[in-house]
T-cell receptor, first 111, second 112 residues
């Protein structure tokens, strides 16, 4: 069974701080990694993708990938209350482009 | 605007009844997926299809069926064999491995 693990949280950070979300995965053959944001009662929306070791930055978001350690992370700089949501880590399973999702980390940004 | 349309938004099923959830996309994506989300369980893959007239079982296919007669459409039927169907159902599509998914807005199914 291919696993994607995340801490469920909640992770609470003050407004303006850096939020750090972590994810580990079991399949060494995985090549594509994604972070989705899901507000309560809504569907997930893609916020970051990463395929190579290292960092990838997009605005306030930075995704980090370490394939040797099978570890993906998401940093959110200058966190805002509107960032309060559940963040899902997703890893491709190699068959039919299907993604395997973690259970998500709940983030709460307090004013 | 391109996107994925799921309907209905809310659906109520009686015991022993089959119901069909609609998923339509105008993104010209080849691959489409159905996931189920339960509280605290994350997203679990039910079925997926990479091309018309072909589909594959995911991790929790028992009690569900699908069809893919057109590229744009991938309906999911929840049969009476699915004993615990109450969940949030999400349809998604992608043009390829490196692009991630676009999700529909979901259907919330409740057994009454």
């Amino acid at each position: 069974q291919k696993e994607v693990e995340q801490n469920s949280g909640p992770l609470s950070v003050p407004e303006g701080a850096i939020a750090s979300l972590n994810c580990t995965y079991s399949d060494r053959g995985s090549q594509s990694f994604f972070w989705y944001r899901q507000y309560s009662g809504k569907s997930p929306e893609l916020i970051m993708s990463i395929y190579s070791n290292g960092d990838k930055e997009d605005g306030r978001f930075t995704a980090q990938l370490n394939k040797a350690s099978q570890y993906v992370s998401l940093l959110i700089r200058d966190s805002q209350p509107s960032d309060s949501a559940t963040y899902l880590c997703a890893v491709n399973m190699g068959t039919g482009y299907a993604l395997n999702f973690g259970k998500g980390t709940s983030l709460l940004v307090t004013p | 605007d391109g996107g994925i349309t799921q309907s209905p938004k809310y659906l109520f099923r009686k015991e022993g009844q089959n119901v069909t959830l609609s998923c339509e996309q105008n993104l010209n994506h080849d691959a489409m997926y159905w996931y189920r989300q339960d509280p605290g369980q994350g997203l679990r893959l039910i079925y997926y299809s990479q091309i018309v007239n072909d589909f594959q079982k995911g991790d929790i296919a028992e009690g569900y069926s699908v069809s893919r007669e057109k590229k744009e459409s991938f309906p999911l039927t929840v049969t009476s064999a699915q004993k615990n169907p109450t969940a949030f159902y999400l349809c998604a599509s992608t043009p390829g491995q490196v692009y991630g998914y676009t999700f529909g807005s979901g259907t919330r199914l409740t057994v009454v």
